[in-house]
């Protein structure tokens, strides 16, 4: 399958990540219903009730518009003047403004009264730019960098990223994948400025993590040369466990991630709390490295879950 040159229209909309004169618009009690209503069933509509004399409408207004094109599409914005269009206002009870609904799929779905700070609207734009066509198109996408980076197709799967955060410059996903796919080709200062773009509100998403603790394995190098040495070494002493850690660390890094596993698994079935925990703590490292939903990190979670409460 092709992949989809992300920037260009979604698809029932004319426009993916839409053109900029489209995200923002004003509207009035006749074409509400198309501009929100209708609107909203194809991309999240956030709606605007102010009035020229609402001083806090006049700090929150361009607030809004400023993070709605940062959003690059996920979301629109319409505006209505309650002064001409009282009838719609009553409809929708308002009260007091400045006065914000969001719109999904035809209905209300959130929204707010007053102005808020500009943190906290981010988070409202970003949790409901989250239901909206133009995020599923660009999870399908990150999805496929994915299989890229899995079937070790380094340059597609960061071409492939690249192109989501050209949309999205904030997402988890490709920032993490992009990174991975860094790490992978060797090139490590590249992937440590990726990971230095992740905003603070992201930093403990799973990916997120799972990128960084990727990082810091590759920032430690393992000399892979002495993995028979470390063998012959735990044939002789089983209970060598320095031997059997360092081993560990040398077939991950040679990507023989199943037996690394199991020899740090051994570790902590011996001896639980050799060098504070040690063979435990690493096994973390490396769930974190691979990510929660790889196969190896389900399996050896379940491994560790035994042993301890076994």
């Known amino acids: 399958m092709d992949t989809p040159i992300l920037g260009q229209q979604p698809r029932g909309n004319g426009g993916g990540a839409a053109a900029a004169s489209d995200l923002i618009k004003e509207t009035d009690t006749r074409r509400f219903v198309a501009d929100v209503i209708e609107a909203s069933r194809r991309q999240p509509v956030i709606v605007d009730f102010w ?84 995020a599923e198109e660009l999870d399908e996408v990150v999805a496929e960098g994915r299989s890229a980076l899995a079937a070790k197709d380094y340059a597609k799967a960061a071409q492939i990223f690249a192109q989501v955060l050209q949309v999205d410059r904030e997402h988890p996903g490709a920032l993490a994948g992009l990174a991975k796919a860094q790490i992978e080709s060797g090139d490590l200062a590249r992937a440590k400025a990726t990971l230095a773009l992740i905003p603070p509100a992201r930093a403990n998403d799973p990916e997120i993590v799972s990128a960084k603790a990727a990082l810091e394995l590759a920032e430690t190098p393992v000399d892979q040369g002495g993995i028979n040495d470390h063998m012959r070494a735990i044939e002789a002493e089983p209970d060598n466990h320095q031997a059997r850690f360092d081993l560990a660390m040398a077939l991950n890094a040679a990507g023989r991630r199943a037996e690394a596993l199991d020899h740090l698994a051994q570790i902590v079935k011996r001896q639980r709390d050799w060098n504070d925990e040690a063979a435990r703590k690493q096994l973390v490292k490396f769930f974190e490295a691979w990510g929660p939903k790889d196969e190896l990190t389900i399996q050896g979670r379940r491994k560790l879950s035994s042993i301890l409460f076994a």
């Open 51 to 134: 009035a020229p004399w609402c001083g806090p409408c006049k700090q929150l207004t361009p607030l809004l518009e400023k993070l709605v094109r940062q959003a690059n599409g996920k979301v629109k914005l319409v505006k209505v003047n309650i002064d001409e269009n009282q009838q719609l206002a009553a409809q929708m009870r308002i009260q007091s403004i400045p006065a914000v609904f969001a719109f999904v799929d035809g209905q209300p779905v959130d929204g707010f009264m007053g102005a808020l700070p500009e943190s906290q609207l981010k988070q409202f734009i970003d949790r409901l730019g989250g239901q909206g066509i133009v």
